[in-house]
């Protein structure tokens, strides 16, 4: 908040005092210091061992540990259920947001057993919450004895010194690997509050947090659904993306924007905050949830707590302490709304059916899918690549689209344009074959998006969609061939039923084949998915 008054504060020097001795002063002694979030953390974990699992994701700098917890029944083991993630203090200063996180934890925990719809909610969901990513910064905001408002030090980045300077601490939310300092969203200068850091994920930090998100990819699948990292101030709810002011940029859906823009709406709904896109706040560039939605497709959001904006930076992160328990005890409804609604974002604009079911693969990110799985592909030219579609015609017949049905990326016979070693047309055959799907025992349909263009071609050209059970069986259930007339592109929804496999773990094996006199075949595939049934 108020970036401009805040880097004045950061330039003043502030002599500080051994950490040991870390803690809030008498008047706000009910904010959690560091050592006292790690022991409550721990005692909720001793009092509620079968819900609760307290781990830590790695190291800060100064070798402190960044403690999460886990909550769900059968804690110990990992079920298939959707997961949902929190965390707080990116920023040093902003205490609150641990006593957010603390909230919230005890409301999962201590109404578990009493509170149906929080019983349901841990019985359903795997939910993870991480206290504190910077436990350093958090530690040394305490310590500051010349400062005017002792013994807080308005410390914002972590504690990591920076070659060829005293100037110490990186801004942990601007140091991720997506749009790193893309766009004046950060500052090159280590003195800055907003110092992006040398290189992208230099922070010890930042590489803990990125390496437990991308463990929960399992499968192929990203297991997180939903996140909100904790802020203060000013009591908004953002979603990505932060690094553009556009809305809708290539790398993000339409629906999944719709998703952002409705979701955030309804959360803001039930505590009042105000919600927008990150970017109309202020361009950050390497941020968190930029991160989250452009790397892993996580619904992500910014949750910026109380108070409101004051114009000073102690007005601004340092509320007094008998508001902790209003402010966070404020967004109870917000939170289990985000819990309930977090399991399948798509049901906020009616998706659920399509995009929640045991698969759903838009093909924005890898998500698995092996080329030539078999190691006996012929294709010399054209094999299937999961890429940015480039447009080309033959006569004035489209044969391949500019664009697949969604986003930016599918699955595409020859890619790029112009490679030789990959050129357009496909000659021979190629193949794909996705993750393991485990399908339940009455399952949706398998759907899909296809395009299947040909001239000059003959029944030997096809593309083909086969269903592999566990013992690697293939069995054929769609397919189209060619013909002697020329087709052109054009994205069509086709649809399998399953129910044969029911219960059982499938991989989807897509093939597309010029087999017999050279034809000119371009195919393409998107939006894979195995539906929720009726
Ligand atoms: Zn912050």
Redesign the pocket.
Known sequence: MALAALAAMAVLAIAAVPAAAADFPPQDSLYHSYAEMVSEIHAVEAAHPDIVHVFSIGKSYQGRDIWAAKISDKVATDEPEPEIMFDAL??AR?HLTVEQALYLFHLLVDNYGTDTQITNLVDSREIWIIFAVNPDGFVYDLTCTNSSHPPYCAW?KNRQPNAGTSAIGTDL?RNYDYSWGCCGGSSSNPASITYRGPRALSAPEVRALRAFVVSRVVGGVQQIKAHITF??NGQLILWPYGHTKTDIPADMTVWDHQVFVAFGKAMAARNGYKPMQSSDLYITDGDQIDWMYGRERIFSYTWELYPPETPTVWGDHYPPDEKIAPATSHNRSALLYFLTVGACPYSVTGLSKLNCGPFFDDMEISRGWKVNPDGTDTATSGRFVRGDPAPTSVGGVRMQLDRPYSGRYGFITGLPAGSTANSYDLDGRTTIQSVPIALPASPGLLSFRYSFAHGSSSVSDSLKVFVEDETATRALVWSKFGTASTVAASWIRATVDVSAWSGQTIRVVVQATDGGHDSLIEAGIDDVRVERPT
């Open positions: 990116h920023h902003e914002r939310n802020h203060t």
